[in-house]
């Protein structure tokens, strides 16, 4: 047999994470050609639509569309963190390839396999249990193809997939679906620790063929091994391919989580609070496609996971400690702990042959695909549990188009602080009660902090506290992307930035609270090390440049609507978001904040 070796590795863009001990992948990066990316049959990507944006991962079926067409970059991929198959278009899209060999395999068709013919068995008795399509004679309608894709795990076939080949249909059909982002999360775990609430997680079995019924006529022709002469498919289930089917589900899930009484939030539609008698938040459910992660009282398990359980079939539920999306999750008393120590053992230095007058020697593909691979983990690590890592991932990732020698001593730098940062995120139980409750945001920048000296980075840090617990929920290192000629200028929109985070924490933690995303109950006071900006806010002082006066006035006008209750100034040593900044800072009360939850 023709074996497509290839890994997937699902991050916080896909499903659970493979165990810890199994090998990362590499990725490299995948360019156009004439407009057109080249993208094979059986190969593992992840794309993105830009970089403040979660990777996806994704297994290449064939191409969705005409070479010379306007869909020239559309393609039917398997979703392999949940392994069923959507259309996508990648237009505008970065893609990155995997390099390396792992465990998940993609393998030929074998008629004669005895392992296969079972896994086929199996999924064609899914579709009978969950009448995904009816038989009906063949008067010449218009009818599309599909395929099997056989996958194999530990040499061992996995499943068996039949997969429509959705770019065959004439129409296009609205795709877009939801998953939860970080943040969310995060507010979750805050909520639950403070209400004592157990936080589990459950996977729904073959979600998409669990899915309501599609509202348009669509025919399959059957796959060889199960033909008869005369015989077509009436498709009555989004068949894993189409390219609605992840919308389909989604609907079908949330449908569901509506009728059982839940909420769906406007700002994040994959969270779903569930409210009591009296108004008051009884549960929170977040979705990420099969994947639920939901915690709540004894009337939110009766009321909402009772009818989920009743409502679709359940493979897998997880409770206390597990990991969901990649976080290793940990439950106590008053506390609820996220880390990714185990994937940070996974990341090591890269090693290549120089010396020191190679500094300047631009890497070879194999070398740079090593540099990719490692600073790929960086990058993952430093956006979900380890921000003392985000300026040095920022700064490494201003490189990958000309990477040197000396690129791979600094990447090797920050591998070696792996080691040395918070060991875990603690989100400790905190006073809700809206007189004590506040978001609390930290902005910083530098001028011209960048490799090239010319372009500037901000950061910014968003905590929930009730005064002394603190849950970091949110943080940012960017390059700022206008010109500025002055720190002042830098400060400035660093601050621009972090309110807009937190007015958008505060929302969201409203709207969990006291289903009412516009209350504005909840303070937010914001801290800033910069004197200038800082007198330039509180006085009628003017800015000598006159775009900075807009971006004055804004914040001006944030605090006197009463959106920001107050901003001040504190000495650079007190700064948390000055790691976020400037390299080699001093990382260890931002590190003792993250891992104890308190100032």
Not at 317 to 328: A, P, R
Request: proline fraction near 2%.
């Amino acid at each position: 047999k023709q074996w497509y070796q290839r890994r997937v590795r699902v991050e916080d863009t896909g499903k659970q994470n493979l165990s810890a001990e199994e090998t990362e992948p590499s990725w490299k990066a995948v360019d156009k050609i004439s407009g057109r990316f080249q993208l094979k049959s059986d190969e593992v990507i992840r794309f993105r639509k830009g970089s403040n944006h979660e990777w996806t991962n994704a297994a290449i079926i064939s191409r969705a569309g005409k070479v010379t067409g306007s869909n020239k970059n559309c393609y039917n991929v398997i979703m392999q963190e949940n392994e069923e198959p959507v259309s996508i278009n990648l237009e505008e899209m970065t893609v990155e390839r995997q390099c390396e060999e792992s465990v998940f395999h993609v393998i030929s068709d074998d008629l004669s396999n005895p392992e296969i013919k079972k896994a086929k068995r199996e999924e064609l008795e899914k579709f009978k249990d969950f009448g995904v399509f009816e038989e009906v004679k063949d008067i010449g309608q218009t009818a599309i193809t599909c395929r099997w894709v056989i996958t194999s795990k530990d040499d061992k076939v996995h499943k068996a997939r039949l997969v429509a080949r959705g770019f065959q249909e004439e129409d296009s059909q609205q795709s877009d679906a939801p998953t939860v982002n970080k943040i969310s999360k995060r507010l979750m775990f805050i909520v639950a620790a403070c209400n004592k609430w157990d936080i589990r997680a459950l996977d729904i079995t073959s979600a998409f063929l669990q899915a309501d019924n599609i509202d348009r006529e669509l025919y399959v022709q059957p796959p060889k091994d199960v033909r008869r002469r005369g015989i077509l498919w009436r498709l009555k289930k989004p068949l894993y391919g189409l390219e609605d089917s992840a919308r389909q589900w989604y609907l079908t899930l949330r449908k569901t989580l509506l009728e059982a009484g839940c909420v769906v939030s406007r700002l994040d539609n994959s969270v779903f609070n569930y409210y009591d008698d009296k108004n008051q938040l009884a549960g929170i459910v977040l979705t990420h496609v099969d994947d639920l992660l939901y915690a709540g009282n004894a009337k939110f398990y009766r009321d909402v996971m009772k009818r989920i359980t009743q409502c679709f079939k359940i493979s897998k539920m997880s409770s206390k400690d597990f990991t969901y999306l990649g976080w290793s999750i940990k439950q106590t008393d008053g506390a609820i702990t996220v880390d990714q120590r185990d994937y940070c053992k996974t990341i090591q230095p890269v090693r290549i042959e120089s010396r020191a007058k190679d500094s300047e020697r631009f890497l070879t593909n194999e070398e740079k695909g090593l540099y990719q691979e490692a600073l790929g983990k960086l990058l993952w690590i430093s956006s979900q549990t380890r921000p003392d890592l985000a300026y040095d991932t920022m700064e490494l990732s201003t490189y990958t188009n000309n990477v040197k020698v000396k690129h791979v001593n600094i990447l090797n730098k920050v591998v070696k602080k792996v080691n040395f940062g918070p060991r875990e995120m603690k989100f400790n139980s905190m006073d809700l009660d809206k007189d004590k409750i506040q978001v609390i945001f930290y902005s910083d920048a530098s001028l011209g902090n960048l490799p090239n000296k010319t372009d500037s980075g901000r950061g910014y840090l968003i905590f929930l506290s009730d005064g002394r617990n603190a849950g970091l929920v949110a943080w940012s290192s960017k390059k700022i992307k206008r010109v500025v000629h002055s720190v002042f200028g830098a400060e400035t929109l660093g601050c621009v930035d972090g309110i807009s985070a937190a007015i958008y924490i505060r929302q969201l933690i409203s709207e969990m609270l006291y289903n009412d995303a516009t209350k504005r109950v909840i303070p937010i006071y914001g801290f800033i090390d910069s004197n200038q900006l800082f007198q330039s806010i509180s006085s009628v002082k003017q800015a000598l440049d006159m775009r900075m006066r807009l971006d004055i006035a804004g914040i001006k006008e944030t605090i006197s609507t009463g959106e920001v209750n107050d901003i001040q100034w504190i000495p650079t040593r007190e700064m948390l978001a000055d790691s976020l900044t400037k390299k080699n800072s001093d990382t260890r009360r931002l590190r003792d904040v993250i891992e104890n939850g308190h100032f």
